[in-house]
């Protein structure tokens, strides 16, 4: 029960690296997540799934430089501090 | 210091200097008690009396007496001044102060009846919240319109409390303070987070902002302190029968408040509307006021032994 901010930042790093290592073609595609197969329904009613995959494709794109500069941190930081 | 007798109490002297930048409501609704016909007088008295002070505390040094030094502290006071506005217009871009301001302008009497409803709502019959010229009322002026006030002195209240439980066990040390402190704000950022994914996910056009979700679930804070005070004082049974009915009085002020926000016109009306889009959004509604009772029980059963 002890949470800390820190295990919260934990949280976020560990959910967008697994978001970040979906791999498109591999995976995604296999189980119908691929890009081309979100945008169905045009208008004002996305839908929840399409609404996941953009989710999903938009943190790859944004956060995949990002999320390497933050690991390498975690990395050093951990390896220094323990 | 110049205490000038505001409506409402609240002191104005430090907000003299981001007047101009705060956002007045329009005329006849404004945020704050307009006290400006005292401000450069006030100012001045202000200032000299932070000169004052210094040179009468060492009353035999005549280095203060020296023009010299005297143009420096002047040049250095009108230099922290300027690096404070500085600070302030930068601060700005980041935190929305004068956003979070509207949050803060309540009075006693909005604080009283806000928190009559929190452990009430039943008797409450309007829930609407009142604009004028599309711009959301202070929430002095309107019962149902969200404020940080509540949440952040229930959160406040809430820790020294949960010390004051602990130390009756016998389990209190310093630390503790600052480790209850922070679970409840992570479970709060965490909650918070949640919703509005939710929110992104169902697609619901609403005016619900980051600060009106931290807002509501800030009120839940109210019935945990009440609950666990019944407990210290009429022991276990006392806790849950005061947990059970805060619980559900939160539900019930959740439901009512947030079907306005977030349903369509006619389903909020309480017309039975057909389709899974509003579908979605009352199952939505409905766990949103589910996990405040969760949370309430999640946060306060170990301090009650």
Redesign the interface.
């Known amino acids: 029960m002890a949470f800390t901010l820190y295990t919260l930042i934990q949280t976020a790093i560990l959910c967008t690296n697994a978001i970040a290592v979906l791999h498109e073609e591999r995976f995604l595609s296999k189980i119908g997540w691929g890009a081309d197969q979100g945008v169905g329904g045009f208008g004002d009613d996305p839908g929840v799934k399409a609404q996941i995959l953009n989710l999903v494709r938009s943190v790859r794109t944004v956060m995949r430089v990002p999320l390497i500069i933050v690991n390498s941190a975690c990395i050093v930081l951990l390896m220094l501090f323990g | 210091m110049d205490y000038t007798a505001a409506q409402s109490g609240f002191r104005q002297q430090p907000n003299m200097r981001l007047r101009n930048s705060s956002v007045d409501g329009p005329d006849g609704s404004q945020l704050f008690d307009d006290t400006s016909a005292a401000g450069p007088g006030a100012q001045g008295v202000y200032r000299n009396q932070q000169a004052g002070p210094q040179a009468a505390g060492l009353p035999g040094q005549s280095f203060l007496s020296d023009p010299m030094s005297n143009l420096a502290m002047v040049y250095g006071s009108s230099l922290a001044s300027q690096g404070r506005e500085m600070v302030d217009k930068n601060l700005d871009r980041f935190i929305p102060i004068s956003k979070l301001k509207y949050y803060f302008a309540v009075d006693t009497v909005y604080v009283g009846k806000k928190l009559g409803i929190l452990v009430f709502p039943y008797m409450h019959e309007s829930w609407e919240v009142c604009y004028q010229q599309d711009i959301p009322v202070a929430p002095r002026f309107d019962v149902n319109a969200p404020d940080l006030y509540i949440p952040t002195m229930g959160f406040i209240t809430y820790i020294l409390v949960a010390g004051l439980a602990l130390g009756t066990q016998d389990r209190f040390s310093p630390e503790l303070l600052g ?1 209850q402190a ?2 409840a ?3 709060l ?2 909650e918070v987070l949640v919703v509005l994914l939710s929110l ?4 619901v056009n609403t005016d619900l902002t980051t600060i009106d979700l931290l807002a509501f679930s800030g009120y839940k804070y109210v019935g945990m302190i009440v609950g666990v005070v019944a407990g210290l004082l009429f022991g276990k049974t006392a806790y849950y029968l005061s947990l059970l009915w805060c619980c559900a009085a939160i539900f019930v002020f959740m439901i009512r408040t947030l079907r306005l926000k977030l349903l369509s016109e006619a389903a909020a009306e309480g017309k039975l509307v057909r389709g899974a ?1 509003n579908q ?1 959004r009352m199952y939505l509604t409905m766990s949103i006021a589910a996990a405040q009772p969760i949370f309430m029980y999640w946060l306060t059963y ?1 301090l009650i032994r």
Request: glycine residues 0%; positive net charge; without cysteine.
């Open positions: 480790v922070s679970s704000l992570v479970w950022i965490m992104y996910l169902v697609t889009r979605l170990h």
